[in-house]
């Protein structure tokens, strides 16, 4: 069983920052990579990016790629989302998942593998 509590959104202006927070507890924590979803008003859950534990791969969505950028502090289990030169394509819920371990980079663009979700941080963007 894993825990995940997602914090830091907002509202904020287009060019703007803003930093997500996914705190991991839970036995099994170790054997889990996590994920950031964001799902948009009337649209589909879609991949932000994903990050795994060990050092392995990072890597994100082609919309967010060279604007978000993930990081992790293992000792504290947990998982950041930092968001530069946002957009108001960006607005919609973000959510922070977990999966496990074994997938494939592949198989964890796909929701269907995450089983563990955090309750969603809303983040708008104004124009």
């Known amino acids: 069983q894993v825990q995940l509590v997602e914090s830091g959104g907002g509202l904020v202006q287009a060019g703007g920052s803003l930093r997500l927070s996914c705190a991991a507890s839970?036995?099994?924590?170790?054997?889990?990579?996590l994920g950031w979803f964001r799902q948009a008003p009337g649209k589909e859950r879609e991949f932000v990016g994903v990050?795994?534990?060990?050092?392995?791969?990072?890597y994100y969505a082609d919309s967010v790629k060279g604007r978000f950028t993930i990081s992790r502090d293992n000792a504290k289990n947990t998982v950041y989302l930092q968001m530069n030169k946002l957009k108001p394509e960006d607005t919609a819920v973000y959510y922070c998942?977990?999966?496990?371990?074994?997938?494939?980079?592949?198989?964890?663009?796909?929701?269907?593998?995450?089983?563990?979700w955090g309750q969603g941080t809303q983040v708008t963007v104004s124009s």
């Open positions: 839970g036995r099994t924590v170790g054997n889990v990579v």
């Open positions: 990050s795994r534990w060990n050092g392995g791969s990072t």
């Open positions: 998942a977990a999966a496990a371990a074994y997938y494939s980079d592949s198989q964890l663009l796909s929701t269907a593998k995450y089983q563990y």
